[in-house]
């Protein structure tokens, strides 16, 4: 499989005028060379890209010309080429250029961070020094699965295989680290309900449930389930982030409950945001139907690429423009900010790295975006904030924003 690089290198405030008119620019570019952009999107960035020559045609474009000589540099430099010189205006290099740079791992990749509250934007390049108080990334699955009978055990310390047996039904470690649960064919099923908890500091954890579903938890977040499923319907609680691929069963609705919420589904993807800390709670599908129904009577039908989102009112609202991408970046292994504060950053490198965050000072409201791999240690995603001009100070594992 292609690595990809652990950061991504954007346009800037022109980009966004010249291919899209709002903040997914970002995201736009990143789709294009490292997804499948439509034909229209595609159409976008090659436009942009031409636009922008070296007589400086568009105002403020002498940035936007060093990102394309960089993009011409470093690829070339990577793949040891001699000094064969191609223009690296031409869109037929973008193109090669946004191949190799899918094929080949390059340390020294460029991530934006863009701020929103500036016109201009900075293009951070991340081959620095590592810091002497640093915190690495997750390297290990911590989550901890509690039995009926209170007996806890944590995935790392388990060995493949049988970790338990609770009436017909064996709870197996598999050997990428699923847990799965399989019943026996003879006898009834002796329901009891388990509790799958991954803490901050830990990798995502997956689950395979009795009737074959299957559910990625993210950090701080946890899943009550029975061992089988029997009656009428297939109920689980979750506290934090989930995403479930649901088998189908048209007589036994699968039901996720958080607090007062229920999301219904017969067989689908979705993928269910239910932080406490969070704003609101924000159910996207991915495939399938889904509804999302609160304290028993208001209730709201989705469709795939819609969101529902309830907010700490109670309000429940549709909506119809959502980045997939963003959604999805955790399960992914990426952080993918989209025009969010330094609050909301944080929570995110808080629960990943395991680590508490501190202010000195109130943080200001500015905005933003930016893409990068939850792989790097949390100095690689601080110091790229720091060419917005937001400080940083990291003792042990305690960050403060200054």
């Given at each position: 499989m292609v690595r990809r690089p652990n950061c991504h290198f954007v346009g800037t405030n022109n980009y966004k005028k010249h291919c899209l008119k709002n903040n997914k620019g970002i995201r736009l570019l990143y789709k294009y060379l490292f997804g499948v952009p439509s034909f229209e999107e595609k159409i976008n960035v090659e436009k942009w890209y031409e636009d922008i020559d070296e007589s400086g045609d568009i105002a403020g474009s002498d940035e936007l010309l060093k990102v394309k000589e960089q993009i011409y540099q470093r690829t070339w430099n990577e793949l040891n080429y001699s000094a064969k010189v191609i223009p690296f205006y031409k869109r037929t290099f973008f193109r090669v250029a946004a191949a190799t740079v899918v094929a080949v791992c390059i340390t020294s990749a460029y991530f934006l961070f863009l701020n929103k509250s500036k016109p201009s934007a900075t293009i951070a390049k991340i081959r620095t020094p590592a810091l002497t108080n640093d915190v690495a990334a997750p390297s290990g699955n911590k989550a901890i699965l509690t039995l009926g009978n209170g007996k806890t055990i944590v995935l790392d310390s388990a060995a493949n295989g049988s970790l338990a047996q609770q009436g017909n039904v064996n709870v197996s470690k598999?050997?990428?680290?699923?847990?799965?649960?399989?019943?026996?064919?003879?006898?009834?099923?002796?329901?009891?309900?388990?509790?799958?908890?991954?803490?901050?500091?830990?990798?995502?954890?997956?689950?395979?449930?009795?009737?074959?579903?299957?559910?990625?938890?993210?950090?701080?977040?946890?899943?009550?389930?029975?061992?089988?499923?029997?009656?009428?319907?297939?109920?689980?609680?979750?506290?934090?982030?989930?995403?479930?691929?649901?088998?189908?069963?048209?007589?036994?609705?699968?039901?996720?409950?958080?607090?007062?919420?229920?999301?219904?589904?017969?067989?689908?993807?979705?993928?269910?945001?239910a932080y406490n800390e969070e704003n609101s709670l924000k159910v996207t599908l991915l495939e399938g139907a889904v509804n999302v129904e609160r304290n028993g009577n208001e209730s709201l039908d989705i469709q795939p690429g819609q969101q529902a989102e309830i907010n700490r009112q109670g309000k429940i609202g549709l909506n119809k423009d959502v980045d997939l991408d963003e959604v999805m970046a955790w399960k992914n292994n990426w952080f993918n900010f989209n025009s969010l504060t330094v609050q909301e950053i944080m929570q995110q490198i808080e629960r990943w790295y395991n680590v508490s965050v501190t202010y000195e000072g109130k943080p200001g409201n500015k905005h933003f975006s930016g893409i990068v791999s939850r792989s790097n240690n949390v100095s690689e995603v601080l110091k790229i904030m720091k060419q917005a001009e937001i400080k940083f100070k990291i003792e042990g594992k305690n960050i403060t924003v200054l």
């Open positions: 598999l050997s990428n680290g699923k847990i799965a649960y399989n019943a026996e064919s003879n006898g009834a099923a002796e329901i009891q309900y388990n509790t799958l908890t991954v803490p901050k500091g830990s990798k995502p954890a997956q689950l395979v449930l009795a009737d074959g579903s299957e559910v990625w938890l993210d950090l701080a977040s946890s899943i009550t389930y029975p061992t089988a499923f029997v009656g009428k319907e297939r109920k689980v609680e979750i506290t934090g982030e989930a995403y479930f691929e649901v088998a189908h069963n048209k007589a036994m609705p699968f039901i996720v409950q958080k607090g007062d919420v229920d999301i219904k589904v017969l067989g689908t993807h979705f993928n269910v945001n």
